[in-house]
């Protein structure tokens, strides 16, 4: 199956239960001790530009990504909880999902998006760093991050 047959949009509430299933795998495989309740799933489905991304094929929840904007940061996101479901592996839905979550935050003109990661997250790591993430220093308190990158976002005029 191509990245044609996947379908990349917002989160709703409706899609909270698969998205838990999801997530649970990503916490599983990445050995994350930091989950996310409901309460906090609900609140990433609003309104908001930003929130969940996800994956879907056909009508099963594939990949997701988190996009919420940084507080202690100017102008910038933090990309969270990238992940691909194995079975849909190899199809170049991290990217889709990388694609969504970079190009709303350049339509929001925000300037910068960070994230963290752990050592195990090597193909992750890899495709941040092939989309032009850099080294940062530690922009936050997760206790479970082993490495910061950032990335400046491309702007259409230089003044913003």
Known sequence: MASR????????????????????????????????????????????????NIAEIGDRLVGCVLGRLLTSIPWAIECKRLYVAPEARGRGIAKLLMDSIENSASAASLRWIYLDSKDNFQTAIALYRHRGYEICERFNDNPEATIFLRKRLQQSHEGI
């Not at 998205?19 to 906090?40: K, P, W």
């Not at 609900?42 to 929130?51: E, N």
């Open 5 to 52: 047959d996947v379908q990349i949009r917002r989160a709703r509430a409706s899609d909270i239960p698969a998205l838990r299933d999801l997530l649970q795998r990503y916490y599983s495989e990445g050995a994350v001790e930091q989950i996310d309740d409901d309460a906090t799933l609900i609140a990433y489905t609003g309104p908001s530009p930003f929130g969940f």
